[in-house]
């Protein structure tokens, strides 16, 4: 028999969305010492709290953003979902800027992923050696087999529903597909006729009875946090237990710097609540803010850049739309975006001309991201308006093309300061050939599968999804930020969990990569597997 | 009709609830009749952009300009018209901003007040004392040029063209397709939380959505039309 070790679906209430137990949350002093203080609650952060506090550690996470109850803060609508990203400023450079805020950052409670659409592959075997396989990237101090009984734990959590899935290492789902709509039947018969496979899924939405989580009820808002609970984050999939077993998620505060001994050892954090600057001592701290406030929390405190790494080889996916045009409604707004996906095309194939290669996905914008696609593609005034009236008429598949790791890619502080005194992050972005080739070839790819289904005309646009990478993990500490337990070379109590360890992103969503890395990490720390003093001496 | 003219022939006029300019492919739909089966936070936000709050980030002369350029870049060109521009001062004059400024742009509050000037700059090449005093043609002149990151000089030497397009008309088209007459307009479900949706097949929809009763692939059409580049298909 299988030992329950996550209660939070059977935590969480029937009648209502919000977390429940937060009334009777157990609570810290700020002198208290806790076992573990956790910067982010987002997918790293949330199950490296769960997991330890189930070890009988002590812990306080601590939030930038609010701790969110769908029923009253979250609303079936585009505009009206504007609080839960990440909105306060950013500068963005390069040659290829990328757009922050709603496209790839979060706020709050359950981080990233209360607006991510639901897309939970897996990592392939490859991507952890795409330098000894393809002379490109790096290749990670871990490998797949040491990730795969935490891929199968957490796709057990989340839970994942969708077809067998034949790619990178086979496996199955615990919850099986979802029906799909019409924009992603077309967009299936077009990639069939074309020899090009694809399969249901892979999403972390519930497709039947799971404890108190409704099933999906297909109203499409997965992008604006699901008011439903069907969809996972960890708000809904791990929050709950972590709460139960003695867990503080202090909201609404927000860390500036982490606090050392001024040797090898931080003592703490200081953070801002209400006004305040306050310092909650801790024996550990993990860092878990995702790829941009990560490396900026580190730099803001002159810590893990002996080797000047910190902040580099930040990635984000080419991730191209084409939309095709049918003659039939398909109405793309219902059911979640993510529906039917392929990785036919994920490993390097010599003839394309570039290493690596990238995923097939379907996407299905609503009327304001469809909007900003009919304007990328040139129009405005009277043709925008009668584009957008043929809104039903349109299917639209994306790719999430592998960007190759650079360190010029780099997170720095700005010159400017947010509200708490602290350096805003700059973020300079710029593709190299290898990239633009790879969504060259991703764009052709989802035109012909589009013209195969029948579609009159089609209209593309070029954007980027997600963020990993700025404090990667490297074998040596000249290559990296942290080794292969997450600690930041040359401290010996200081750890980084969340997306900006990996050192290469695959064409695969990152979120339940993280949760993994989250999960093997907490395996180790609770079996004391990970050493107590640094591995390596203090640069 | 040919070279930048109205609508397409044929497009009809909506008979329930009300689009922007009262045209659209669904005319027996309004979404609004469905709203008692919205959740309450939802219908709250979608109701309050019915009747936003008067102007308190822009100043007259610089709402002036800006309403005729929202109402030019959407082809608002009669009543009822989607209050953009409320909506946009709305978000501004709260700070609701998001979450990122290209390394060669002011900040995106003070963006749109170099663009107010810099509509008038251009307006008086035009020989018109602002923009919103300029005709019908120059404003579509003015537009198109700015969409095609045409404009120079004054504001515009320092002020990148393209990024600025970019910034204000991510502004522009969430205020505008946020709005439920712009759903009628084309035939988008709406929030449908918490009852969902059922009928999620190829030209299926729900009992309570709209029939579509009017269909052109825009494509083609807007290439015949030369609708991309009003002002070179004037005559």
């Known amino acids: ?226 008011k439903v609970n069907a969809k996972a984050s960890p708000l809904v999939t791990h929050v709950p237990d972590a709460l139960e077993h003695g867990v503080e998620i202090r909201a609404d505060s927000m860390a500036i710097r982490i606090e050392t001994d001024g040797m090898d050892a931080c003592t703490g954090v200081s953070y801002v609540r209400d006004g305040h600057e306050r310092r909650q001592r801790a024996s550990a701290v993990v860092v878990a803010g995702y790829s941009i406030e990560s490396p900026r929390l580190l730099l803001n405190s002159d810590l893990g850049n002996g080797a000047d790494q910190v902040g580099r080889y930040v990635m984000v996916q080419g991730a191209p739309q084409v939309a095709g045009r049918f003659p039939e409604t398909l109405r793309m707004y219902k059911g979640p975006p993510p529906e039917v996906s392929s990785e036919q095309f994920y490993e390097t194939d010599q003839t394309r001309g570039f290493a690596r290669g990238f995923s097939v996905q379907t996407v299905s914008p609503l009327p304001i991201g469809w909007a900003e696609h009919v304007l990328a593609d040139g129009h405005w005034g009277k043709a925008l308006r009668e584009y957008m009236r043929d809104y039903n008429h349109w299917s639209t598949l994306g790719a999430l093309s592998e960007l190759l790791p650079r360190a010029e890619n780099r997170v720095s502080l700005a010159d400017q300061c947010d509200s708490f005194g602290m350096p805003i992050a700059r973020f300079d972005y710029s593709q190299c050939d290898n990239d633009r080739a790879n969504i060259a070839y991703a764009k052709a790819t989802l035109t012909r599968i589009l013209e195969a289904a029948g579609a009159q005309d089609v209209l593309t646009i070029d954007r980027y999804a997600h963020l990993v990478g700025g404090c990667r993990m490297s074998a040596t500490a000249e290559q990296g930020v942290i080794d292969s337990d997450h600690r930041v070379w040359g401290m010996s109590n200081l750890f980084v969990c969340d997306g900006s360890v990996m050192p290469t992103q695959g064409s695969a969503n990152p979120a339940l990569t993280i949760m993994v890395l989250a999960s093997r990490l907490a395996e180790r720390l609770a079996a004391k597997q990970v050493e107590a003093q640094p591995s390596a001496v203090a640069l | 009709m040919h070279g930048g003219g109205g609508d397409p022939d044929g497009l009809p006029r ?78 501004l004059h709260e700070g609701r901003l998001d979450g990122f400024q290209y390394d060669d742009m002011p900040d995106d509050r003070e963006t749109w007040r170099l663009v107010a000037r810099g509509l008038d700059e251009a307006a008086a090449e035009h020989d018109a004392a602002s923009y919103g005093d300029a005709d019908p043609e120059s404003r579509l002149a003015i537009c198109e040029a700015f969409a095609e990151a045409r404009l120079s000089g004054g504001v515009w030497v320092e002020l990148p063209v393209a990024h600025a397009f970019a910034v204000v008309m991510r502004a522009v088209l969430a205020a505008f397709y946020s709005h439920p007459w712009a759903w009628n307009e084309i035939g988008f479900g709406g929030p449908a939380h918490p009852r969902g949706y059922m009928r999620l097949g190829i030209g299926q929809k729900e009992p309570w959505e709209g029939e579509e009763a009017f269909v052109i692939d825009p494509v083609a059409d807007v290439r015949e039309r030369g609708l991309d580049h009003p002002t070179e298909h004037r005559g």
């Open chain 1, 1 to 226: 028999m299988k030992v329950v070790d996550n209660n939070s679906r059977f935590l969480l209430d029937v009648d209502r969305r919000g977390v429940p137990g937060r009334d009777r949350m157990r609570t810290y002093r700020d002198e208290d010492e806790v076992d573990l203080l956790i910067v982010g609650c987002g997918a790293g952060g949330s199950v490296l709290a769960q997991r330890l506090a189930r070890h009988g550690w002590r812990i306080v996470v601590l939030e930038a953003g609010p701790f969110w109850d769908p029923d009253t803060d979250w609303v079936s609508d585009e505009e009206g979902a504007h609080p839960i990203y990440w909105n306060a400023n950013r500068i963005v450079g390069g040659e290829d800027p990328v757009e922050l805020g709603k496209n790839n950052c979060g706020h709050g409670v359950g981080g990233s992923m209360v607006h991510f659409a639901g897309y939970t592959p897996r990592f392939h075997p490859s991507d952890f050696e795409t330098l000894t396989r393809d002379g490109v990237g790096a290749d990670w101090p871990i490998a797949y087999p040491e990730l795969k009984p935490h891929y199968e734990r957490v796709e057990r959590e989340l839970p994942v529903a969708g077809q067998h899935w034949p790619w990178g290492d086979p496996h199955g789902y615990p919850h099986g597909p979802h029906p799909i709509g019409g924009a992603a039947e077309r967009a299936w018969e077009g990639a069939r006729a074309c020899g090009i496979e694809m399969r249901v899924g892979p999403v972390a939405i519930t497709n039947g009875t799971f404890g108190n989580r409704p099933h999906c009820i297909y109203r499409g808002f997965c992008l604006q946090g699901c």
């Open chain 2, 14 to 91: 909506q008979r329930r609830g009300t689009t922007p300019q009262m045209h659209g492919r669904y005319p027996d739909f309004d979404v609004l009749e469905q709203s008692e089966h919205w959740d309450e936070p939802t219908r709250r936000a979608v109701l309050a952009r019915l009747d936003p709050p008067s102007l308190r980030f822009f100043d007259a002369t610089q709402a002036r300009t800006l309403t005729a350029f929202c109402d030019t870049v959407l082809a608002q060109d009669r009543q009822p018209r989607v209050p953009v521009l409320q909506l946009v001062d709305a978000k």
